[in-house]
């Protein structure tokens, strides 16, 4: 699959900032016209000693969960931990597994956050503008935001909201506005803990969810992604 190529990875901490800042203007909202047919789930891992990650991408046909095609990468940690900036760490491998697909999925369902993120550019937004493709973060936990617990029944759901960012065209300082719905907390199991959905990339909110949990059929994790797990667990362990 052909991906585009955004930008560099050589970045400083400032520059990766400034990045994401700037690409999170990209980020295209826009009805799905049509269910996809094709769903890639794309989770990553580190190896023990943290020196690499493990990236794997599963791509199933849906409804029926038949499985396509995966693919995998392994590559040198380059980047140091930062809260945010995580995506300058993970990306690289899971662009390289995604690389490697001989199809191009309808959907990719990403272990992480889209917009839901304090510059509104988690891993699943960042990877949605490589890849130029629907895209939905569905993360385990809460990065940024707050919410109310959405009903305990299987399907409920309630908005995630943090405050609206604003940048000053003269001074280029960021600013925090009136509160802003930036993802969901969905319910993919009844009396489960919920998992956070946001939009990555030219999908809305409420095409993410919806896919979300036609793939959540038998467990909390949408099923695309919670195969992409089980196989980076088992690299990882090779890794």
Same mark, same amino acid.
């Given at each position: ?15 990766? /900032? ?6 999170? +203007? ?17 989770? +990553? ?7 690499? *990650? ?16 995966? &693919? ?24 390289? &597994? ?20 304090? /510059? ?21 936990? /809460? ?37 802003? *719905?930036?993802?969901?907390?969905? /319910? ?14 030219? +999908? ?9 949990? &036609? +793939? ?22 090779? &890794?």
């Amino acid at each position: 699959m052909k991906i585009k190529k955004l930008h560099s990875w050589n970045l400083s901490y400032s520059q990766a /900032r400034a990045l994401q800042e700037r690409l999170a +203007c990209k980020v295209r909202f826009t009805a799905l016209r049509k269910m996809p047919k094709t769903a890639a789930g794309i989770d +990553c891992a580190f190896s023990r000693d943290g020196q690499r *990650i493990v990236a794997a991408v599963v791509v199933l046909r849906l409804p029926d969960f038949e499985l396509i095609e995966t &693919a995998s990468a392994i590559q040198p940690v380059t980047f140091p931990y930062i809260p945010g900036l995580l995506s300058f760490r993970e990306a690289p491998a899971c662009i390289e &597994a995604v690389e490697k697909l001989q199809k191009q999925p309808d959907v990719f369902i990403i272990d992480g956050q889209g917009i839901a993120h304090p /510059r509104r550019l988690g891993l699943a937004a960042h990877l949605g503008l490589f890849f130029d493709k629907p895209t939905i973060g569905c993360a385990k936990s /809460r990065l940024t935001g707050y919410f109310k617990n959405p009903p305990p029944e299987k399907g409920a759901y309630s908005f995630l909201k943090d405050k609206g960012i604003a940048t000053s065209a003269a001074s280029g300082e960021s600013r925090a506005t009136s509160d802003e *719905i930036i993802g969901a907390v969905v /319910r993919t199991r009844t009396n489960v803990k919920p998992v956070f959905v946001s939009v990555g990339n030219r +999908c809305l909110l409420k095409d993410a969810v919806r896919i979300t949990l &036609a +793939c959540a059929v038998r467990y909390r994790l949408p099923e695309p992604t919670r195969l992409a797990h089980r196989l980076v667990s088992k690299l990882r362990m090779r &890794a």
